[in-house]
């Protein structure tokens, strides 16, 4: 019971991640790697608890709680994925309304957005975004001042 409801917790909190506020800045490696570390652990107890041969009134809820885990737990990278890709197109978005009336807010959807490409699987546009940024704006540190347009 106690190791299930490790599991049950740690499943949880792989989903806290996923939905949670900071979702962006989470590496999507990461969670993957996390997720199939405790789907193996899940069938390893999975496979204990099937063969104390008890009966289901006493594990069938435990049963059902780890499966639900070893079905919901590979979802999860893939659903990180593309809550990451959206926000980038948002913050993208935000971006080039913001650069052209506040470049204090520019410079801060600028670095969340350097900071969300940073944590996961880039696809064309994303590699593209990337490169975007690195040569459309430019930091001038001895002013202190924000991210400017660049040439």
Same mark, same amino acid.
């Given at each position: 019971?106690?190791?299930?409801?490790?599991?049950?917790?740690?499943?949880?909190?792989?989903?806290?991640? &996923?939905?949670?506020?900071?979702?962006?800045?989470?590496?999507?490696?990461?969670?993957?790697?996390?997720?199939?570390?405790?789907?193996?652990?899940?069938?390893?107890?999975?496979?204990?608890?099937?063969?104390?041969?008890?009966?289901?009134?006493?594990?069938?809820?435990?049963?059902?709680?780890?499966?639900? &885990?070893?079905?919901?737990?590979?979802?999860?990278?893939?659903?990180?994925?593309?809550?990451?890709?959206?926000?980038?197109?948002?913050?993208?978005?935000?971006?080039?309304?913001?650069?052209?009336?506040?470049?204090?807010?520019?410079?801060?959807?600028?670095?969340?957005?350097?900071?969300?490409?940073?944590?996961?699987?880039?696809?064309?546009?994303?590699?593209?975004?990337?490169?975007?940024?690195?040569?459309?704006?430019?930091?001038?540190?001895?002013?202190?001042?924000?991210? &400017?347009?660049?040439?």
């Amino acid at each position: 019971r106690k190791i299930a409801l490790e599991i049950q917790g740690g499943f949880e909190g792989l989903l806290g991640i &996923v939905e949670g506020e900071h979702f962006h800045e989470v590496p999507v490696e990461e969670l993957a790697r996390k997720a199939e570390a405790l789907r193996l652990r899940t069938e390893q107890h999975l496979e204990r608890i099937r063969r104390t041969g008890l009966p289901d009134r006493i594990v069938g809820n435990y049963l059902l709680r780890l499966e639900a &885990v070893l079905r919901d737990l590979p979802t999860l990278a893939g659903t990180l994925q593309a809550k990451r890709s959206a926000f980038i197109r948002k913050k993208k978005a935000e971006l080039e309304a913001a650069s052209l009336d506040n470049p204090t807010e520019a410079a801060l959807l600028l670095l969340t957005l350097k900071r969300a490409l940073e944590n996961g699987e880039l696809d064309e546009e994303e590699r593209s975004l990337r490169a975007e940024l690195e040569t459309r704006y430019r930091v001038e540190p001895e002013s202190g001042a924000p991210p &400017v347009p660049g040439p």
